[in-house]
């Protein structure tokens, strides 16, 4: 495994494995750099090379000259957010050091051998994740804010694709294109009493403060990202929820008090506010999604095997079939064709497909129909019965400019990028006050100025 001296990682392995080093600072700490007003001890560097030779993690380059510049780095991204006001919110922050805490524990376990493997207790690392976290945020806000206009037009990509060496040409590996259909099997109306019975009991003991709505959020909601926050979403505009989310959320005035239940696409929410600024809201929620029975999976898939065979049998087209049967509105309208969010063109490598539908496509041809099959629509959380049908398959190849124009434009603008936030580095170090001590100096350094 290497760390490449690079622009700046959302978060430096560097930094991770900083985090499982014991921390030995000497009574009187060597200070190897300075940036600004802000110190980079000996210390912090050695702790970070020695976990990252603990974790078998090669360097390119010296590390006691990429470890520090990356470390210098970051302090010019978080400067320039304290003059941005750029924030970090606390609510996503939370969110990911959860997952993080989560993910060693899985791997290593239990909370205790996590604690004796990063040799401090779980709550000092996740203040110390916390931080990370929370720079990992806003320095990619200052990034996104620098380069929130690059666009590569037709032209540019043609320009930037003829320039490439032979050698730097990329391969693509083999491709698919694919249609889908899927349905939504029938939810008995008992369910979806029972679980609105259970959103309006904690709102009833939430309103009687008998329980605390941050405590039912983290015990009972479904919503993953939230509920470890205790429902809390972040402060947020009106437009990044879905409308009917939207409508009660923004119309709320009491912070004690709990909204009626509300419905949309990914189940039934109960909000409470909890602050509002400007255009912009801070609520929790409370998400249950009503489950579907076997039986009624069973149901769909036999009725979605049926039209398979009469789109076989020439009576519908798949076209037609997706636009009056689907009940997935991101591809019921494009024919069925499947997006991928990556690249956002209908063109798939096979890992980048959900895991039920690349199973299915693996062993068809083009133009084969699939039988229906029950897959995990991981945006709603809930199991939706499926066909899909393989439109084409692109073998692994060289990359051209006819056939492969959203990738070399896709590597086009990250190279502008990469060159705008070079740029930018660049003369942030010469604005801004440097001092390297003697021996730490004498480096081939990815960026240029450090030494004045």
């Known amino acids: 495994m290497k760390i490449k ?73 978080l400067h320039q957010a304290k003059l941005d006001t750029i924030e970090a919110p606390e609510s996503q922050v939370a969110s990911g050091v959860e997952k993080r805490l989560n993910f060693f524990i899985t791997n290593l376990g239990s909370k205790e051998k996590v604690e004796e493997y990063f040799h401090k207790p779980i709550q000092a690392l996740r203040e110390q994740l916390r931080d990370m976290m929370r720079n990992s945020y806003i320095t990619e806000q200052v990034q996104s804010s620098l380069t929130k206009n690059v666009k590569g037009t037709p032209n540019e990509v043609r320009k930037y694709f003829s320039s490439l060496p032979s050698d730097s040409i990329p391969y693509v590996p083999m491709q698919v294109e694919a249609q889908i259909i899927t349905v939504n099997p029938v939810i008995p109306r008992q369910e979806i009493e029972d679980v609105k019975a259970r959103l309006r009991d904690y ?88 489950k579907v029975s076997t039986n009624d999976l069973k149901d769909a898939v036999v009725k979605l095997d049926s039209l398979r065979k009469e789109i076989v049998a020439d009576k519908y087209s798949f076209e037609e079939a997706a636009k009056y049967v689907s009940q997935d509105k ?5 024919r069925g064709v499947m997006i991928n969010s990556k690249n956002a063109s209908s063109r798939f490598e096979m890992q980048d497909l959900p895991p039920e539908v690349a199973r299915k496509i693996e062993t068809m041809q083009p133009g084969d129909i699939s039988d229906a099959f029950i897959m995990k629509d991981q945006k709603k959380n809930r199991d939706v019965v499926a066909i899909v049908k393989l439109t084409t398959r692109i073998p692994g190849h060289k990359a051209t400019l006819s056939d492969d124009f959203n990738m070399i434009k896709q590597m086009y603008e990250e190279n502008k990028r990469q060159e705008i936030i070079r740029d930018w580095v660049e003369q942030k170090i010469q604005d801004t006050y440097v001092r390297i001590s003697e021996g730490w100096d004498q480096c081939d350094f990815h960026y240029k100025g450090w030494v004045k």
């Not at 750099?33 to 993690?57: A, H, K, L, N």
């Not at 909601?221 to 979403?233: K, R, V």
Request: hydrophobic share 40%.
């Open 5 to 77: 001296n690079i622009l700046l990682p959302a978060i430096s392995l560097a930094a991770l494995c900083a985090i499982a080093a014991p921390v030995k600072k000497n009574v009187v700490d060597e200070v190897a750099w300075i940036v600004g007003d802000e110190p980079i001890f000996r210390s912090d560097i050695e702790e970070q090379y020695m976990q990252m030779r603990s974790e078998g993690v090669s360097i390119e380059g010296d590390p006691y000259c990429v470890i520090p510049e990356q470390l210098a780095v970051e302090k010019l991204y």
């Open 203 to 290: 709102a009833e003991r939430v309103n009687s403060g008998e329980a605390s709505f941050s405590t039912l959020a983290i015990m009972h909601s479904e919503d993953d990202g939230s509920a470890m926050q205790g429902g809390e979403l972040g402060y947020h505009n009106r437009a990044d929820f879905v409308p009917e989310f939207s409508n009660v959320a923004f119309n709320l005035n009491d912070p004690t008090k709990v909204s009626r239940i509300v419905e949309t696409e990914y189940g039934y929410h109960i909000i409470q506010l909890i602050d509002k600024r400007g255009d912009q809201v801070n609520v929790r929620h409370i998400l249950l999604t009503p």
């Open 330 to 334: 991101d591809t019921r309208n494009n």
